[in-house]
């Protein structure tokens, strides 16, 4: 029976992914998800207590599921550049083969921080490319720029031309990626 039950979280969890994905959030009500889950709305109630809820779980969960993709990465013996370049790619290819999870990140990211739902902990992942970046600032490798400036035009990058490459607008050969990964590289570093 707990196999039932987590079953169903999990179709209500992946039908709000993709509503909240591709209609958005202001236009994603409670009503759609329990029409695309095929959950009732007590159903839907009773493992959410409101939508807001059911968004930073998702959240929780597509930023835990993004950090393993980083984590799986043994790049500690990696030269700094060489780091970077493979983060970047692992997250370019994740990108593509989630892409309801990116577009969900895409928005909710892009909320203004005054009016973004509490997300205490960062994930491993953050930490993970936190810390890199707490690395290259410490060697000076950094252009002095803010956070989000960096993210943008690192990551940003990655997950919008992971967008373009599913209406295949550039060849994803790994030459290629390293190439563009090289290049978001040279934006930041001095």
Request: aromatic residues 10%.
């Amino acid at each position: 029976m707990a196999d039932k039950k987590k079953d169903k979280r999990e179709v209500i969890l992946q039908a709000a992914l993709e509503l909240l994905a591709t209609n958005g959030f202001q236009h994603t009500p409670m009503s759609l998800i329990v029409k695309h889950s095929g959950a009732s709305a007590g159903i839907i109630y009773h493992y959410f207590t409101s939508k807001d809820e059911l968004i930073q779980v998702l959240y929780k969960r597509v930023k835990t599921e993004l950090s393993q993709v980083f984590l799986s990465a043994d790049i500690q013996r990696l030269p700094l550049g060489e780091r970077f370049l493979q983060l970047w790619i692992r997250a370019f290819h994740y990108c593509v083969t989630h892409p309801y999870e990116t577009a969900f990140l895409e928005q909710y990211e892009s909320v203004p921080a005054k009016s973004k739902l509490a997300c205490e902990d960062l994930s491993e992942g953050e930490v993970v490319f936190n810390q890199l970046l707490e690395e290259y600032q410490s060697q000076q490798l950094l252009k002095d720029l803010p956070y989000s400036a960096l993210y943008e035009l690192t990551f940003g990058v990655a997950t919008r031309l992971a967008r373009q490459s599913d209406a295949e607008q550039f060849s994803r050969d790994e030459a290629t990626l390293r190439n563009i990964a090289q290049a978001c590289w040279d934006a930041i570093a001095r």
